[in-house]
């Protein structure tokens, strides 16, 4: 099976090096406008062709698949046509910058019967596995509330806010963990460019079980957080993806409560035991989305970060936008 990549920024590197080191698919053409980024391939690749034309990639017949690095805003089109002409497409998160267009690409790939897959790459990481194994298990009970917090003093991207930028990581491991859909969405942001591009917002997400998700999106912060707490009613989970090592405890920490009828109050007993830190798989998480691709396409197997798992973090994106513009109005999805 032969594969195309379009776009060898910062992110197609690393898609380069994880392609072409599968053993089941051959890299066979890389595209960037930039005609220097070659030199980079034929370091990375040294067997991959190099064009400076998208379109060549898709329209070249011997090419199976294409692989899309590039700006969110080109997304859809690049994906479109690519999807027309038969080719099995992986695009860059997010998946569009609407729900419609995903839509539309989703219609066109299940018509045409092609894998249509999205690289949220964090869904094959061993902390995250290990997150979901404990919440399936019933380790934690049941799960109360999830926050996140992805800040650091980062770029500022010229076509899209941070919550585009950096919170589809962070909403794709909570729709993986979480098996209810959400029912609303209320966001806030403030823009200190006065471009009206958020640098700093906040989602919350909310549930009709009462369950409730937070997500705290930086670019301006003095200090790099990428942090995550999951609340169970057994346990609790911290994971830390700063922590080169130990990058989740599971706290044996809880309460319970009950009511006092004389005294009309809610009295809470806290519970405190053992903190340990499980075992991770340490393969890359890249190269296991690589497969899981390839995989879907010549096995017909289900890929873990499949287009619904793309269309689910665009609508919370989507319907955060909205809300944002109207003052923090809380949007239904």
């Given amino acids: 099976m032969k594969i195309g990549i379009i776009g060898l920024g910062y992110w197609g590197t690393n898609l380069v090096r994880n392609f072409a080191g599968l053993s089941d698919a051959k890299l066979a053409l890389v595209a960037d406008s930039r005609q220097e980024r070659s030199k980079i391939l034929s370091k990375l690749s040294p067997t991959s062709a190099f064009t400076v034309s998208a379109e060549e990639v898709i329209n070249n017949p011997e090419i199976d698949a294409v692989v899309i690095a590039t700006p969110v805003f080109s997304h859809y089109e690049l994906a479109k ?35 249509l897959m999205v690289d949220h790459t964090f869904l094959y990481t061993g902390a995250v596995r290990k997150m979901k ?37 962070d909403i794709s491991i909570l729709n993986y963990l979480v098996k209810e859909k959400p029912c609303s969405v209320q966001a806030s942001g403030v823009s200190h ?28 912060s003095p200090v790099k957080i990428r942090m995550m707490l999951i609340g ?39 519970r ?22 390839v995989s879907a396409i010549t096995k017909g197997t289900k890929p873990v970060s499949d287009f619904e798992s793309g269309l689910e973090v665009i609508r919370i994106l989507e319907a955060s936008q909205i809300s944002i513009k109207e003052k923090s109005r809380e949007v239904s999805i």
């Avoid at 919440?135 to 806010?161: A, C, H, M, W």
């Avoid at 460019?193 to 301006?220: D, P, Q, R």
């Avoid at 057994?234 to 090592?245: A, G, L, Q």
């Fill in 232 to 270: 169970g009613d057994k346990k609790m989970i911290v994971f830390n993806d700063v922590e080169p090592t130990e990058k989740i405890k599971v706290y044996d920490t809880g309460y319970a409560h009950k009511t006092d009828e004389e005294k009309k109050s809610v009295l809470v007993d806290y």
């Fill in 272 to 293: 405190t035991g053992d903190i340990y830190t499980p075992k991770l798989d340490t393969k890359e998480a890249l190269a296991a989305m690589a497969a899981d691709f």
């Fill in 81 to 115: 046509k690519a999807l027309e002409n038969g080719k099995h497409v992986l695009i860059e998160k997010p998946m569009t910058s609407s729900t419609d267009q995903a839509k539309e690409l989703i219609e066109i790939a299940t018509a045409k019967n092609l894998v």
């Fill in 133 to 169: 194994s404990l919440i399936d298990s019933g380790e934690i009970g049941n799960v109360k509330y999830f926050d996140s917090t992805r800040i650091n003093l980062g770029l500022f991207q010229p076509d899209v806010n941070v919550l585009w930028d950096l919170a589809p990581h």
């Fill in 193 to 220: 460019t006065n471009n009206g591009i958020e640098n700093i917002a906040y989602i919350f997400v909310k549930y009709n079980s009462g369950f409730m998700a937070h997500f705290s999106c930086s670019w301006t």
